[in-house]
């Protein structure tokens, strides 16, 4: 509803103060800053309704607000969320796969609830009860979590912009379930792995080099969307544009998965590991992966298992933690290490360093026996 400035009267010895003439518990902020005209509806909040107490309490909010504006901060009461997240998203690469799981699960789990909300009427309660609706449809806790993972920078921006003073949600967490998987005997395992890849995949170089780059170290994700101008075979590295962590990191090519790579029957133009059918990105490699854990006869194998068995190899060979962090593509060790800078190609080619030492051994040891 519009405001009436007819159904105001102007506080005495108050500039731009008034009040209702019905409800002496209403008050209009009506003034001029930098040349524009500035309007808002107040209504005290306190438990004495003497008019006395309500006015001394409109002033005080009437300079807040005006220090709100001198300060920068005169868009934040008429902007609402849906308006804030449209802002926000000009700001990010639309080429970003995160980008684009930001929208959906604005769109999916947020926007019906808060969306037509004014950003500065947001609590932390108003998204404690999201949580607790998608605790209540048994979505899982990473699921929860993607709600803040949209949230939190999008307020951040809100901060940063001057459309809002402070983070409604900023100690608000969602607690993720240990879901660490245990590799016992992780060097021996690991040996096993690469065997069996290079072994049943011995003629079909585009899943020998897919699975072996998983072996790595690399997510589903970065090896799916991985690009042929993005490795340099000459200098034997390559880039991962599309990473978690929304930064560009390089990584040393091992020159098996090179020899593999370069076996591709490809035009080397888009994707490595592009479907033969559209050309387009993969859908998934269930059945590939189905008949390689036949193969191997391990169950709970995976391309992400695979990084698990990795990075417990490594650890087995006395690989620093910084370097492990490295090689998976985290920007933070952990929190008593997070002011160490992570380099993903020296860690990178630590890590193949290890590799090769503990495949040389196998091979070692085999003809030994033999």
């Known amino acids: 509803m519009a405001l009436n400035k007819n159904d105001y009267v102007a506080v005495k010895n108050a500039s731009n103060l008034f009040i209702h003439k019905k409800d002496k518990t209403k008050f209009l902020f009506d003034f001029r800053y930098d040349n524009k005209r500035y309007r808002k509806a107040y209504k005290v909040q306190a438990t004495d309704w003497t008019k006395g107490t309500c006015i001394a309490d409109a002033k005080k909010a009437l300079q807040e607000y005006k220090n709100d504006v001198e300060a920068g901060f005169n868009a934040f009461a008429i902007v609402t969320l849906d308006k804030l997240f449209e802002l926000y998203s000009e700001t990010l690469d639309a080429n970003k796969k995160w980008t684009t799981i930001k929208r959906q699960n604005y769109a999916r789990y947020i926007q019906h609830s808060l969306g037509k909300k004014k950003i500065d009427k947001i609590r932390e309660m108003d998204v404690k009860k999201i949580i607790a609706k998608m605790q209540a449809e048994k979505l899982s806790p990473r699921t929860q979590k993607l709600i803040l993972e949209v949230l939190k920078p999008l307020f951040n921006f809100a901060i940063t912009n001057k459309y809002m003073k402070e983070n409604p949600i900023a100690n608000l967490t969602v607690k993720i379930p240990n879901q660490k998987k245990v590799v016992t005997d992780a060097t021996a395992l690991f040996q096993k792995v690469h065997n069996c890849i290079v072994t049943y995949y011995k003629d079909e170089p585009f899943y020998q080099a897919l699975f072996l780059f998983a072996l790595t170290g690399r997510r589903k994700s970065e090896i799916l969307n991985l690009k042929w101008k993005n490795i340099d075979f000459e200098s034997n590295y390559y880039w991962i544009e599309n990473t978690k962590n929304d930064d560009k990191q390089k990584y040393p090519l091992a020159p098996y998965i090179k020899d593999q790579i370069l076996l591709i029957q490809d035009d080397r133009k888009g994707l ?25 006869g391990i169950n709970n194998l995976s391309l992400h298992y695979m990084r698990n068995i990795l990075v417990s190899m490594l650890a087995e060979q006395k690989t620093e933690a910084i370097v492990l962090s490295g090689i998976l593509g985290h920007k933070d060790v952990n929190t008593i290490n997070k002011y160490l800078s992570v380099n993903h190609y020296k860690s990178g080619q630590i890590g193949l360093d290890k590799i090769d030492d503990v495949l040389d051994v196998e091979i070692l040891n085999h003809n030994t026996d033999n």
């Open 272 to 296: 490595v590991f592009k479907s033969p059918v559209t050309g387009d990105v993969i859908t998934n490699t269930d059945r590939q992966m189905r008949q390689l854990k036949k193969h191997i």
